[in-house]
């Protein structure tokens, strides 16, 4: 075309060979046309785009060039290049051609989520050909998309997350290519813990567009909550180079930094056997967003262990089960539950504990802690002779004794012989307890036995029978 146009610029007979030089000029486009068209029908869309390309270069005040091409690049899901090209093509031609064009128009904006704009296209067809079967159609689709969008704005509100990612999964079935309500349906995986769906999600964007602050916000957001803050930042970072006023990251930035140095802090005063200032720490550490449920779990299990440092098991236990809550398999607050079940000698919660971690982690420590507990459990069913007599299990044999004179005068039946005859019953039966009791605990074989949990009837009944 350059060489036509040197041509028509030397000629004296400036007015018949423009005419000439601009049919050269139709023809040769018209030759690329043909030859897109055929690249288009074998579906080799990158040749055919390149052919209408030079269409184009050679004449580009043709709206037939512009909507071949855009109909090219929807094909290669180039749908922003493509609405350019069904824009121009609308604005060079007729209405003929305006009703393709803005069909086309109207599909790359639906495929870009800009559901409005698309339905205002459609409209504009159906003002031009109310009988359109296609745009009827399309119109449909762009009102759902614009319902599936109000639903997921009032869904996310309420922190119905599961809800927003289906409305974002049926919008994208008509916005196939909207970054928008992909990255909103990424933000959703990553608050329900589905991380790795948000990354995959986050990932294929950014590999079409690294700079993108929204996808580098849900990567963060990814690492934030599966407790890799140092990582977590530098994308939000990243995010806010990209995009400074992406309110979103700076909190989340924020958020991070708040967190990862309260941890820090109630970690180092704990080490110091700063015990009030560390629950204070972690309980201030747990304000900071509720969300972020990997650390706050940590930071309850954290807690958990301060509280049976302060000697406060219930309170430790409370928060042990608020982490296993937030995380059902977080081995750590199962054993410092258990650990606090053994304390406080509610032993088959700490058996069902230590059971689940056995399962999870089949190692020798933990068959030892199940071991134990399960035979605390089964002493704790027979008489508690130590109880009986007073004494604690580490009770000296001299301390035995005393205990038991003392309260076999106290229990004594010549002492009650006065009482009413439900009294004496009672004292009798106490009598004849502490006398069982002493007869073991005072018989070093008997007392070994019984504190390895055996039953001793049972061991007699075995013995009679031989």
Not at 272 to 280: D, I, L, P, V
């Amino acid at each position: 075309p350059s060489l036509v146009l040197l041509q028509c610029l030397l000629c004296p007979h400036t007015g018949p060979v423009v005419s000439v030089c601009s049919n050269q000029v139709n023809m040769e486009a018209e030759g690329f046309k043909d030859q897109g068209n055929a690249f288009y029908v074998k579906k080799d869309y990158s040749e055919a785009f390149n052919y209408y390309t030079k269409a184009i270069d050679a004449c580009p005040k043709n709206a037939s060039y512009y909507g071949n091409r855009a109909a090219t690049l929807m094909m290669l899901c180039r749908f922003r290049e493509a609405l350019v090209d069904s824009q121009r093509a609308v604005r060079l031609d007729d209405c003929f051609m305006k009703v393709r064009g803005h069909l086309r128009e109207g599909k790359c904006h639906l495929s870009l989520g800009n559901a409005m704009a698309a339905s205002r296209c459609f409209q504009k067809v159906l003002e031009l050909e109310p009988s359109n079967s296609q745009a009827q159609q399309e119109h449909k689709n762009a009102t759902a998309v614009l319902e599936y969008e109000r639903m997921a704005e009032l869904d996310f509100e309420k922190r119905d997350f599961r809800k927003v990612v289906y409305s974002m999964d049926k919008a994208l079935g008509l916005a196939s290519t909207c970054h928008r309500f992909k990255i909103l349906k990424a933000e959703c995986l990553a608050l329900l813990g589905r991380y790795l769906e948000a990354q995959s999600v986050a990932s294929d964007i950014l590999r079409m567009d690294s700079t993108n602050g929204d996808a580098l916000y849900v990567r963060g957001l990814c690492l934030y909550y599966e407790d890799c803050i140092d990582k977590a930042v530098q994308f939000f970072v990243q995010a806010l180079r990209m995009a400074p006023d992406h309110e979103k990251s700076r909190l989340a930035c924020r958020n991070a930094k708040a967190l990862k140095a309260k941890k820090e802090e109630g970690n180092k005063v704990f080490k110091n056997s700063n015990f009030e200032a560390a629950y204070r720490l972690y309980s201030e550490a747990l304000a900071i967003d509720p969300n972020n449920i990997k650390t706050n779990a940590k930071l309850y299990c954290n807690r958990g262990t301060v509280g049976a440092k302060l000697n406060k098991p219930d309170q430790a236990i409370e928060d042990c089960t608020s982490a296993i809550k937030l995380d059902d398999t977080y081995i750590k607050a199962y054993l410092r539950r258990a650990q606090c079940y053994m304390d406080i000698e509610q032993y088959e919660e700490a058996v069902r504990d230590y059971e689940k971690v056995y399962q999870t982690e089949k190692t020798k420590e933990h068959k030892h802690l199940l071991k134990t507990a399960q035979l605390e459990l089964k002493k704790s069913k027979r008489k508690d002779y130590y109880k009986v007599l007073g004494v604690g299990k580490n009770a000296t044999e001299d301390e035995i004794k005393k205990a038991y004179r003392k309260r076999a005068l106290m229990h004594h039946p010549d002492r009650h012989s006065a009482a009413t005859p439900e009294v004496q019953k009672e004292e009798e039966k106490k009598f004849k307890e502490m006398g069982e009791a002493f007869t073991v605990l005072s018989d070093p074989k008997k007392k070994t036995r019984y504190d390895c949990g055996h039953d001793l009837e049972e061991d007699s009944n075995n013995m009679g029978g031989q």
